[in-house]
Structure formats: C-alpha cells, structure tokens
C-alpha cells in the first residue's frame, strides 16, 4: 500500500525525540540539526529556531504552535510502480498514492527532476510536486519530493498555506528555507549507532501514537505498525499493503449517515468501481422512517452492539465497510464514524483485499484504546 504516505497533511507537531549528533557546531549557516539517523544513513537540517518533533518513522520540524508550517522527511517502502527500466516510476507512484487522498486535491506542479541533498552527498534521484487541499478553512499547500537512494526509497515534504503563487502566503513566505533544507540535506554511511529509543509501550503491546493537544484523541497502535504522521491526522502504515488513520471529520453539521454518504460520493467518483459491503451501527435506527425515503444505497444500516471507536457514546457510532478498484488492484476498507458533543472523527482501515482479514483483530484492539 502506496498511500499511506501521502495522507499527508503533515504538521508533525509531537512529543520531542530529538537525537543528537554532537553540538551542533558543524549545522549550515542559518540551520540546526532535526535528526540523524545512522541506521538509514542520513543528516536532517532544519531551519535555525523551528520546533522539532520527531516522531516515529518521521523526522519533522514546525515553525511554531501559532503557525503550524512544517518540513518532515521519512523512509518509505520501495514503491512497485517501475518504469521499463526498472526505476521506480514516481509520477504513478503519486498518482496512485494521490487517487485516495481524503480530500480533493489540485495538483500545480508534477514530476519536476530535482536535485536533492548536497553534492556530494544527494539523493540519486529526485522528483518534485506541488499540490494544495482544503482542510477545513485552511488552504493547505504541500511541495512533496520523492527521492531514492541506493536501493531506498524517501518522501520530503513541506507542509504551509495559501496558494503556491501567492508571493505573501505562508507557502511562499517560508519555501525558501524549505528549500534550503533540500539544498543541505545529507545521506551518511549506515551504521547501528546512536538510534533514537523505542517508545514505551503498555502490556498489550501498543504505544501512544498521538499528540491529544493537536488531534483530539489518544491514539494506540502495535508497536511494529510505522508511524508517518502525527498531527491532526494521525496515520500509520502496518505494512506495504496496509495502513491506518485517525482524524476529525472534515464536513461538519451534518448527521454521521450523511456523512458516510458525501465520502461516498467523493470516492466513488475517482476509483473505477465500488462497492457496498455493510454500514453498522452500534444503536438500532429505523430503517422504515422517514429519513430513508431517498436513501440511495442498496444497503441499510445493521445493528452491531459491539462496534466502539474508543469512548465516544455508542449511540453516536456507525461503521461503513466497502471495496474499491483502482487499476489492477482491489482496496477493502473500514470505516468507522463517531461524534462527541463538540466534533466528528474518521477511523479508517484500507487494505489490499488479499491482506484485509489479516488485521481485524488488532483493528478491534485498536478502536477500543482510543481515548478521546
């Protein structure tokens, strides 16, 4: 599974692991260490005063809590998109990724070669995109490059707002030291060395994967799934194939059927087939009321007195299980749905249909630690 990693609205803004590789004293003009992985090989330059916060898999920075801007950058699985040469085709790899992205997205630049980290030690090669996405009131821009190197693959991203061509954005106010980053980033030999600690886990084998301040909710994942993002969206790969998300709902005043049904709408129109495979609720509805008159699905809602999504009033949860296909492969996911007395949030599930069964009982496990 490709897009994981591009859920991305990444405003890392997490609990601090900050790994040191000495005082500092060698940082470029301007810059100060984020992180330095010896195990991936590779030194992260930040912009000289932002935020660090580290988390998991990402390495990330953010100017500010007033003014979330940020630059993150994280190893990733080799991607399986391949051009006739066998490199690794980026302009599929995000279009794939892109294709079930939770918001609608508007791409300006895509699949611009770039060049990547210093000159003597840069990514091999690189590739640069520029798209922006409503998320709430906020126009979301995002530059994201995809690199490798040697046989690994990478994600950069830089995360502001306003529009790209925009000189007085946010986007454009901060992209030249976004820039600057990319300019001065540094791939090292690998060693074992000097790794950031793993996170304290509970009995179960689960860790605390959210920042409650910036997202809403205590999140618990099993310790091996990778964390990618960390900030109002909360996502994490379980492997190639699969993934797992947690946010607050993006449309508001509306009941949780009918916003089951606008995701629907949204997605439906961008795969080449779906389908409806159940919706769950875990407080009985009446079916014969007025409501389902212009009920479009050809499924109802069924009654699941288990179904939870952490401590929110069961009567403010449903779940909706469907299918899609995009290119040759099938996607099964879950979604569950609940509110509190303030917002909506989204749990989402999505697996390769082949590997979907796989995970359903730490999926359970997971919805029944959610603190919100």
């Known amino acids: 599974m490709k897009k994981f990693l591009l859920l991305t609205l990444i405003l890392i803004m997490t609990t601090l692991v900050f790994t040191s590789c000495g005082d500092g004293s060698t940082a470029p003009d301007g810059m100060q260490l984020v992180y330095e992985s010896k195990s991936e090989g590779y030194v992260f330059w930040g912009p ?11 390495a990330a920075t953010y100017l500010s809590s007033f003014n979330q801007t940020s630059i993150t ?27 079930a992205f939770p918001y609608e997205i508007t791409v300006v630049e895509r699949g611009v070669s770039e060049n990547f980290g210093t000159a003597e030690a840069g990514a091999d090669r690189a590739k640069r995109y520029v798209y922006t996405y409503k998320y709430g009131e906020l126009d979301v821009a995002c530059m994201q490059i995809l690199l490798t190197r040697g046989e690994d693959f990478f994600i950069f991203t830089y995360t502001s707002y306003g529009s790209p061509s925009d ?8 992209l030249d030291k976004a820039l600057a980053v990319c300019e001065n980033f540094q791939f090292t030999d690998k060693s074992d060395e000097g790794e950031a600690p793993i996170p304290s886990v509970d009995k179960d084998g689960y860790y605390l994967a959210s920042n409650k301040t910036l ?58 087939s779906f389908t409806d ?49 995009l290119g040759e492969n099938t996607y099964h996911v879950l979604q569950v749905l609940g509110t509190d007395n303030l917002n909506g949030y989204v749990f989402t599930y999505t697996a390769l249909e082949e590997e979907y069964a796989e995970h359903l009982g730490e999926i359970r496990t997971i919805l029944e630690k959610v603190i919100f």
């Open 215 to 272: 997202s809403g909710f205590e999140l618990y994942l099993p310790v091996d799934y990778t964390l990618v993002d960390a900030s109002a969206l909360v996502s994490a790969k379980i492997s190639n194939k699969a993934n797992v998300s947690l946010t607050r709902a993006t449309q508001t005043g509306v009941g949780i059927l009918d916003y089951l049904l606008l995701r629907r709408e949204k997605l439906s129109a961008i795969t080449d």
């Open 73 to 99: 950058f994280t190893k990733a699985p080799m991607p399986s998109e391949t051009d006739g040469s066998g490199a690794v085709d980026f302009d599929l790899y995000f279009q794939n990724s892109m294709a």
């Open 167 to 174: 000189e007085s954005s946010y986007y454009r106010t901060y």
């Open 277 to 325: 495979i159940k919706i769950s609720v875990a407080k009985a509805v009446n079916t014969e009321s007025e409501y389902f008159d212009d009920w479009t699905l050809s499924i109802l809602p069924e009654l699941d007195s288990e179904l939870k999504l952490g401590n929110l009033d069961s009567s403010r949860v449903a779940a909706y299980e469907y299918t899609y296909t």
């Open 48 to 58: 000289d005063g932002w935020i660090i916060s580290n988390r998991g898999a990402v």
